[in-house]
């Protein structure tokens, strides 16, 4: 088996509550790297 890049990857843009550091990712990420605040995914903000 091979592991492909997948141009379908399921990446999401998260942002830091805390400090508004943005990271993508392909997993929500606990908290943020920079001062531990919550992480909020920015496509669940879009009205
Ligand atoms: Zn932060």
């Known amino acids: 088996m091979h592991n492909v890049p997948d141009l379908s990857t399921p990446e ?5 509550l805390g400090c508004g550091t ?11 790297d920079d001062c531990g605040g919550s992480m909020r995914d920015r496509a669940m903000s879009l009205e």
Do not use: K, L, N, R
């Open 22 to 32: 943005i990271v993508t990712a392909d997993t929500h990420p606990v908290e943020c």
């Open 12 to 16: 999401s843009t998260y942002e830091c």
